[in-house]
């Protein structure tokens, strides 16, 4: 026969040694499958991680202004009250008074800035403040703070300030050939370095500007 042979069409498998269903009963279709499939687990979004960790940087920013805010009152609480024009001006008339009076508690509280209460034995500063007080009366015999002129806080509770005093000469001074005996009433500057704290105001050191003010 001429032409091409036609492409044999396809036998099916015939039952046989070789074949594994062969001598087996025929038992149907295969079955379906037992179970429907579980349900899929969702898996988590980044969104909540991301949501999590804004509230976990939020939480620490918090605590961390927190504890700046409870130093910064711990600070503030403990430290001395701001220093004024009053408040200088009554403190430095008070240890001036008790040069006047020879007051040698008074003066080596001042003078001792703050130390006073922890010394034990105040022989020695008792000597120096009444030196101190004696020096002062044989200069002047009265003395009176007419004003504040500046107040230079070197720091919360240390202050330099220049004031000016208007005092009356003590008389007991000696007075050499040629010297001017000091009117009544006279006024100038004095600086005086002030420890400021908490229950009190202290005068630690007194200072006179030059004759040459008078």
Known sequence: MDGAYPYPESIPPQPGPGNPTFGAPYTGPP???????PPAVPYPSSGGNNKKRILLVVGAVVAVVAVIGGIIFAVRSTSAPGLTDASAKSVIQDYLNALLKQDKQTVARHALCGLYDGIKDHATDYTVANLA???FRKQFGQAEVTSIDKI??????QAQVLFTMKVA???????????????NNTEFQAVAQ??????????????????DSL
């Open 31 to 37: 079955p379906a499958y037992p179970t429907t499939l």
């Open 133 to 135: 007080s004696d020096a």
């Open 152 to 157: 230079v806080m070197l720091s919360p509770n």
């Open 169 to 183: 000469p003590s008389g007991r001074l000696p007075r050499g050939p040629g010297t001017k005996p000091a009117s």
């Open 194 to 211: 002030l420890l400021v704290q908490p229950r009190e105001t202290l005068v630690c050191s007194y200072l006179p500007r030059p004759a």
